[in-house]
């Protein structure tokens, strides 16, 4: 994948470090040439100067073959505004936004544009909606035992029920997350282009729940 990033602060130099780690091409724009600095010497992406919601600039980052982009900025209205840019203007999907004002970010939300708050946990949640490898703990229990973890259910789920994707997976949906809010869902409740299914199951359990979806997955496919 190529990823965009707009801000090279703490949250964007290690979204670039991560990402490159794994693998993926990188190109961090910042209006700040100093910001460059807290990338390592080796960072083999591109560094651009200027602001994400410049056309021009986003478009010297590679974002016409993007395959995702992240605003993380330090200024809320760069971010929605930047991340808005790319999706609209330049058809990129999957754009992630930081906001640091929490009304905002149930707004945009809502709009369809995730948005998430502080700086590992930030790093965490933009890794876990643009890079989905199936369930990824959320929370744990003291002992470690049960997990509370985000599945990535795939697209091929969507009009399905929740009691079907249960059975199929022998799991438990504790709740959707639906256009930015929360859901405890019936068995009957049919999940949604967009939706989020956070499941709970015991945590050595979670591989065998991630092999069902694919395995569901792949007949579909």
């Not at 973890?149 to 789920?157: C, I």
């Not at 869902?185 to 956070?198: A, F, L």
Request: a negative charge; glycine letters at 10%; charged letters at 30%.
């Amino acid at each position: 994948m190529h990823i965009v990033i707009m801000g090279c602060g703490r949250v964007g130099s290690t979204l670039a470090h991560i990402l490159e780690d794994k693998g993926h091409s990188v190109a961090i724009i910042d209006q700040s040439p100093e910001a460059f600095r807290r990338l390592r010497s080796g960072f083999r992406g591109r560094r651009i100067t200027g602001f994400g919601f410049d056309r021009e600039v986003i478009a010297e980052a590679g974002i016409e073959r993007a395959s995702a982009f992240v605003a993380v900025s330090s200024g809320d209205n760069s971010n929605i505004i930047s991340a808005r840019v790319a999706r609209e203007t330049f058809g990129v999907d999957n754009v992630v936004a930081r906001i640091y004002d929490p009304r905002r970010a149930e707004v945009y939300q809502r709009l369809g544009i995730p948005t998430v708050a502080t700086v590992r946990w930030t790093a965490d949640q933009i890794l876990r909606r643009l890079l989905p490898e199936g369930a990824e703990p959320l929370w744990r229990d003291p002992t470690g035992a049960v997990v509370l973890a985000e599945l990535d259910s795939g697209h091929l789920w969507v009009g399905e029920k929740v009691g079907e994707l249960e059975e199929h997976a022998r799991t438990r949906v504790a709740f959707l997350s639906r256009m930015g809010e929360a859901l405890v869902p019936e068995r009957d409740t049919v999940i949604q282009d967009g939706d989020i299914v956070h499941i709970m199951a015991e945590a050595d359990d979670l591989e065998r729940v991630n092999a069902a979806v694919a395995a569901r997955n792949g007949e579909d496919a």
